[in-house]
């Protein structure tokens, strides 16, 4: 897997079995939205966002729910400005607005065809394109496997040529759900949690996707944060930032607590951490790209150079096997 590394310089990948050629460092846009997450503003995106062009990002992964648009408004921005050509994913949130997908309730009520469509209409006009490369399911039941809607659905926004390829973004912590959509042959692609202390989707989800050729996208490989190295217990967010809730009770201290041991089993300074992060997740084959929140300049210049030593050597990831840490801090 390190054969065609350069290091230092941005990698490239397969989408699955897409024709897309995609960065292994993504942009993660749910930040710049600026609803969940406090603290920055559409100025500072934006440099962020050109300076990930810069540093070779050529993905950048969005969402309709992602400040109610905003952030693909600014991904859309990106692309006139920059008059570059680059790879999007966006998102179609649920229509009973409930994250993640609830048991016992219908695919109607979350993903009907016409939704389907109409959600994904928005989308292109958001982003000024014509296209889009990825549209995603923003959840996934597993109970929706035989249904209708979703397969009518994503074969209209594809036949009619304003998407490219479709997956599905699976519900925090649950990878072996989505095995028998792989299965049905109709997906390209899964987003899913896949960080040093949620390891799982390498039991079953990876194998089945490097067998049937489907694109990987991992999403919180620095679990909001905590894997920076950068929160403990005196760590503040502001008023109304979404990490008030993930990180409520003990939580901050607990994460700092099982950082600071994996960098103490590792023997590496706690600022080493994020690229240690990211670095693990680009280490599996099965992985196309990983996409970390990237806010400020600074976190993509660092981002890009993590992901530019290429993946962990086989001590450090053995090592960090025994770190995994079974806990869903989501339901808010």
């Known amino acids: 897997m390190t054969a065609n590394y350069n290091e230092g310089a941005m990698h490239y990948r397969k989408l699955g079995r897409t024709n897309f050629e995609i960065s292994a460092l993504g942009y993660g846009a749910w930040g710049i939205g600026g609803k969940q997450w406090l603290g920055s503003g559409d100025q500072q995106a934006m440099t962020a ?33 920059s008059g570059s050509e680059f790879y999007i994913a966006t998102k179609i949130p649920p229509k009973n607005q409930l994250w993640p997908a609830r048991a016992g309730i219908s695919i109607s009520n979350v993903f009907p065809r016409d939704y389907i469509v109409e959600c994904t209409n928005r989308s292109l006009q958001n982003l000024g394109v014509e296209a889009i490369d990825l549209q995603q399911l923003h959840v996934w039941n597993a109970e929706w496997i035989d249904s209708d809607e979703w397969r009518r659905g994503f074969e209209d926004i594809k036949t009619t040529g304003k998407v490219r390829a479709v997956g599905v973004s ?95 089993d590792l023997q590496v300074p706690m600022e080493h951490m994020a690229e240690i992060a990211l670095r693990f997740c680009i280490s599996d084959p099965a992985v196309s790209s990983v996409i970390p929140g990237m806010r400020r ?7 890009a150079a993590a992901i530019g030593q290429g993946p962990l050597p086989a001590n450090t990831l053995e090592t960090l096997r025994r770190h995994a840490w079974v806990r869903n801090f989501y339901p808010l």
């Open 49 to 81: 966002l050109h300076e990930a062009l810069r540093s070779g990002i050529n993905f950048f992964d969005t969402a309709l729910a992602y400040g109610e648009g905003h952030s693909e408004r600014l991904i859309g921005r990106l692309k006139q400005e």
């Open 297 to 303: 300049i600074d976190r993509v210049q660092l981002n």
């Open 170 to 264: 699976i519900n925090d912590h649950q990878p072996d759900s989505a095995l028998d959509l792989i299965k049905t042959g109709l997906i390209d692609t899964v987003q899913v949690i896949y960080n040093v202390f949620d390891q799982s989707p390498e039991a079953h989800l990876f194998p089945l996707c490097r067998e049937k050729n489907i694109g990987v996208i991992a999403r919180v490989p620095l679990d909001e944060g905590s894997l920076t190295g950068q929160i403990n217990e005196f760590t503040q967010f502001p008023d109304g930032d979404f990490r008030n809730l993930y990180f409520k009770g003990d939580r901050k201290r607990e994460v700092h607590d099982h950082v600071r041991a994996i960098c103490e």
